[in-house]
């Protein structure tokens, strides 16, 4: 007898309705989205009448996971940038001077007097005026060096070392730059992902392309201007001793000391000391917050140890300018009023609410380690992405169609019942992927459409094995029985070989390949289900009211 355990019959419709239930947000997509949006500004602290009204447009008590649309259906910007390398030498050796000075010093009597020369980037020079010491002032300079920890650079030291005349050159070892290179790449992936993250925008792509290229796209953002602007300043925070102000761009700032533009004050240039106090690495907070003024401006916290250097600095220099740095613009320079313990303050300047939100959430990402200079950029309208949708609905639609029609005409009511479960299968496709958080791409579309193509096939599977028992004279129920169990190997097979292909694009793809192959897993998994549990559970209510002595499969 065709035969189901109650237990078994509740799985399956509880299943099904689940399944639906977490689809049915998908159908008022622009309704629960805004719901969705208006719940995190609510959160974030934008209580205004329009979220809360765009918050209880959709029943709290109802599932509100919605399907991430891609880039292609979405629209949002596209990014190629190219990272500035060599940025990161330059900054390495410049660095390295005081080193330079602190292992010569002790060898005076030997090498004479150390000056600082000028030196093209990526290069230090040091001249001594003893060039008979030479020996023992590069083998004091090569104890600085280090070993370069990679697998390729096994053996080598990061820093070159060599005399030329009575100078010391120092640079960056071919090994230590390819290193250099593979971390600066990684670390501005990372913070690129940061910056995008923060401002809450979904399903970023963020990949490294060759040697030194970053791929960037962000659906739902508005134009490419918007998302350079918020991941191409470096955001290089720095604390700089002030030693005077000048109007003169081209005016001499002295050994080790440089001279900056004023964001604030037009015409208006400070000399600093090219080292600073304190960095914003050693920034551990930063808050949008409002001065006494009640002036829009930024509230920051230090580590442990960028604050004991800022309260020190700040106890023994009270009365002195202090200049606040940000990408090589002096953001303000106030004069120190008093001991500032505790590694927190607050950055002032010509700000808006909007950019002093903007600037907290680059010094919390952290800096760039190098510029980014942009090949591609493109801004890719929401009507482009709305004709996507379109295109790739109908292709749904027409799929759809045509395995309704072929199903009912080749099987008539088994065909009916196996249309009803292919419509199940499609919500619950999209069930799944609303509850993971994954993104539909063009791609992920096409996927979905080939699952409708293939759903059927199980059911045509059984549907002919169960035509072959017939012929042999069982009786209906016998032979559903047996065409259920001779065809479920077949299936089995059939479908775990498809779905080992989709994990492999998966794990091997990237972007539209992933989406592809989602959405492909996904469709394999819903399609057996339907196919062996669901129609099989429809039979068994039809045949349990009917109790048919014959039946045309």
Same mark, same amino acid.
């Given at each position: ?65 919605? *399907? ?125 992902? @940061? ?105 920051? @916290? ?132 609303? *509850? ?12 979905? *459409? ?104």
């Amino acid at each position: 007898m065709l035969q189901m355990s109650a237990f078994k019959r509740v799985v399956i419709i509880g299943v099904c309705l689940i399944g639906l239930l977490f689809a049915m947000p998908n159908a008022f997509y622009p309704r629960v989205e805004g719901h969705n949006d208006a719940v995190k500004a609510i959160e974030a602290g934008a209580d205004s009448p329009e979220n809360a009204a765009a918050a209880a447009a959709w029943p709290s008590w109802l599932p509100s996971t919605i *399907v991430n649309l891609g880039l292609d259906l979405r629209g949002g910007a596209h990014l190629l940038a190219e990272v500035q390398v060599a940025d990161v030498y330059e900054a390495r050796i410049e660095a390295l001077w005081p080193d330079v000075r602190d292992a010569l010093r002790p060898l005076r009597e030997t090498v004479g007097t150390i000056r600082l020369q000028e030196s093209a980037p990526g290069e230090l020079r040091v001249r001594i005026s003893q060039p008979a010491g030479m020996d023992t002032a590069l083998a004091a300079v090569r104890e600085l060096a280090r070993p370069v920890v990679t697998l390729t650079g096994g053996g080598a030291s990061d820093l070159d070392v060599r005399a030329e005349g009575d100078e010391i050159v120092v640079s960056l070892s071919e090994a230590e730059r390819l290193a250099t290179d593979d971390r600066t790449l990684r670390q501005s992936l990372e913070i690129i992902r @940061r910056r995008v993250d923060e401002v809450g925008t979904r399903e970023p792509t963020i990949q490294r392309q060759g040697e030194d290229r970053i791929l960037i796209q962000v659906p739902g953002l508005g134009s490419a201007e918007e998302l350079k602007a918020l991941i191409g300043t470096t955001a290089q925070l720095g604390f700089h001793p002030v030693v005077g102000r000048s109007s003169n761009p081209d005016q001499d700032p002295g050994l080790r000391n440089k001279i900056l533009p004023s964001i604030d004050e037009e015409g208006v240039y400070y000399i600093v000391e090219s080292l600073p106090v304190v960095t914003g690495e050693e920034l551990v907070d930063a808050q949008p917050a409002f001065d006494q003024n009640n002036r829009p401006a930024v509230n920051f @916290r230090f580590n442990p140890s960028g604050a004991r250097k800022f309260g020190d600095y700040t106890a023994e220099n009270i009365g002195s300018p202090f200049a606040i740095v940000l990408d090589g613009e002096v953001i303000s320079a106030p004069v120190i009023q008093d001991h500032i313990p505790g590694g927190s303050g607050i950055i002032t300047g010509n700000f808006n609410v909007e950019e002093s939100t903007q600037l907290a959430v680059l010094l919390r990402a952290g800096a760039l380690p190098a510029g980014l200079t942009f090949l591609e950029e493109r801004t890719i309208g929401p009507e482009l992405g709305q004709d996507s949708i379109e295109a790739g609905r109908i292709a749904c639609i027409v799929a759809f169609a045509a395995v309704l029609v072929f199903m009912v005409a080749s099987y008539g009511l088994f065909g009916v019942f196996a249309n009803i479960a292919l419509m199940i299968n499609v919500g619950l496709i999209f069930g799944l992927l609303s *509850v993971i958080g994954a993104t539909l791409t063009l791609p992920g579309i096409a996927g979905i *459409v080939l699952t409708i193509g293939m759903a059927v096939d199980a059911n045509v599977l059984v549907f002919e094995r169960i035509r072959e028992e017939l012929k042999t004279a069982k009786g209906p129920a016998r032979a559903i029985e047996l065409g259920y169990e001779k065809a479920l190997s077949a299936i089995l097979d059939a479908n775990i070989t498809t779905f080992i292909t989709a994990v492999i694009l998966f794990v091997m793809g990237a972007g539209p390949v992933r989406g592809f192959s989602i959405t492909l897993a996904l469709g394999i998994i819903t399609s057996v289900f339907t196919a062996i549990y669901v129609t099989r559970l429809m039979i068994v209510f039809w045949f349990e009211r009917k109790r048919p002595k014959t039946i045309e499969v």
